[in-house]
């Protein structure tokens, strides 16, 4: 029998899901990070130029190894030598067949959080690439919206920085301090709440803690 905490993550994946549908999203709910590699290889095709940017749950399902073992041509910026290798990289993802990303946080109406130092993540979610799939657990889900922008700034914002140089108050206390500072991460905040083209962004709910 499954854990009460798995069951209350399926309950409201569900609704999740339905809500997401609404706003003319492609969504689906995977139980654990297995039925979830599996739904994210089978909404990219064989072939396809695929890129990313912060998707720590992606590659916690497994995804990015699947496919650079695979039939796929991968844009991967962790391959990349120099600082301007990277930068290209990160520029080449914009006009990949597929994008993959995370979510900061979610609301459980439907609409999705993320906030970017650099902006290339936010940017290739609203405009660029045919197909963004985002791959988020449950973990991510709060009851309202301005719940889900909280998280990503006090909680999803100042984790990820402890991966980065350039002092930030976050980093140094764990705490949000609405800072200024040169090296700051949380430059661009973007709410997605709708879809256009219909099911152009797909989401995979994982009923599992994944990511900041």
Same mark, same amino acid.
């Given at each position: 029998?499954?854990?009460?905490?798995?069951?209350?993550?399926? *309950?409201?994946?569900?609704?999740?899901?339905k809500n997401?549908?609404s706003r003319?999203?492609?969504a689906y709910?995977?139980?654990?990070?297995?039925?979830? =590699?599996?739904? +994210?290889?089978?909404?990219?095709?064989?072939?396809?130029t695929v890129g990313?940017?912060?998707?720590?749950?992606?590659?916690?399902?497994?995804?990015?190894d699947a =496919?650079n +073992?695979?039939?796929?041509?991968t844009?991967?910026?962790? %391959?990349?030598k120099t600082?301007e290798e *990277?930068?290209?990289?990160?520029?080449?993802?914009?006009?990949?067949?597929?994008?993959?990303?995370? +979510?900061?946080?979610?609301?459980?109406?439907?609409?999705?959080?993320?906030i970017d130092?650099?902006?290339? $993540?936010v940017?290739?979610?609203?405009?660029?690439p045919g197909?963004?799939?985002?791959v988020?657990?449950?973990n %991510?889900?709060?009851?309202?919206?301005?719940a889900?922008?909280?998280?990503a700034?006090t909680? +999803?914002?100042?984790m990820?920085k402890? $991966?980065f140089p350039?002092?930030?108050?976050?980093?140094?206390?764990?705490?949000?301090?609405d800072?200024k500072s040169?090296?700051?991460?949380?430059?661009?905040?973007?709410?997605?709440?709708?879809?256009?083209?219909?099911? $152009?962004?797909?989401?995979?709910i994982?009923?599992?803690?994944?990511?900041?």
């Amino acid at each position: 029998m499954a854990n009460e905490k798995q069951m209350y993550y399926d *309950k409201r994946g569900q609704i999740m899901v339905k809500n997401l549908q609404s706003r003319h999203f492609e969504a689906y709910y995977c139980a654990d990070r297995a039925a979830a =590699l599996d739904k +994210a290889l089978e909404l990219i095709p064989k072939g396809a130029t695929v890129g990313w940017g912060g998707a720590l749950s992606a590659q916690q399902i497994g995804l990015m190894d699947a =496919l650079n +073992a695979g039939e796929y041509n991968t844009i991967d910026r962790d %391959k990349c030598k120099t600082p301007e290798e *990277k930068l290209q990289a990160a520029k080449d993802s914009m006009f990949a067949d597929v994008f993959l990303t995370g +979510a900061n946080g979610m609301s459980l109406d439907g609409q999705m959080v993320n906030i970017d130092g650099t902006g290339n $993540r936010v940017a290739a979610i609203v405009y660029g690439p045919g197909s963004v799939i985002v791959v988020a657990g449950m973990n %991510k889900v709060e009851d309202t919206l301005d719940a889900a922008i909280r998280r990503a700034r006090t909680v +999803a914002a100042p984790m990820n920085k402890q $991966r980065f140089p350039n002092r930030t108050p976050c980093e140094v206390t764990g705490t949000c301090a609405d800072c200024k500072s040169e090296g700051c991460i949380c430059n661009q905040i973007l709410i997605t709440r709708h879809c256009r083209p219909v099911g $152009r962004i797909k989401f995979i709910i994982v009923g599992e803690d994944l990511g900041f």
